[in-house]
Nanobody, 125 residues
Framework: VQLVESGGGLVQAGGSLRLSCAAS????????MGWFRQAPGKEREFVAA????????DYKDSVKGRFTISRDNTKNTVDLQMNSLKPEDTAVYYC???????????????????WGQGTQVTVSS
């Protein structure tokens, strides 16, 4: 499956952004999806994940209550709504897909076989 992210940009602290990831090439509903981020000099880290049905969702603790992941299996998209953004949210954000053996979520980058090119999110203080 091919993934293309969009929606990144520059925003002031406290602001909002909505990232979108468009999938193509395979049956989107067969994939569990995730969002990851990587800041300069740091390892790629888990942000949020959603199962094939959308019934199972997981978040990194520091984004709970601020970020919302959702998917639309009819449009082959997965979104990440980010509210109350903080400077420490600054990173390149990646969409990732994991072939779904079950309706589950995963956190490890190694569990995801397909990745987008990333979109930059910069939060100014």
């Amino acid at each position: 499956v091919q993934l293309v992210e969009s929606g990144g940009g520059l925003v002031q602290a406290g602001g909002s952004l909505r990232l979108s990831c468009a999938a193509s090439g395979r049956t989107f509903s067969n994939y569990n999806m995730g969002w990851f981020r990587q800041a300069p000099g740091k390892e790629r880290e888990f942000v949020a994940a959603i199962s094939t049905s959308g019934n199972r969702i997981d978040y990194k603790d520091s984004v709970k209550g601020r970020f919302t992941i959702s998917r639309d299996n009819t449009k082959n998209t997965v979104d990440l709504q980010m509210n109350s953004l903080k400077p420490e949210d600054t990173a390149v954000y990646y969409c990732a897909a994991r072939w779904a053996y079950s309706d589950s979520v995963a956190r490890r980058p190694i569990d995801f076989g397909s990745w987008g090119q990333g979109t930059q999110v910069t939060v100014s203080s």
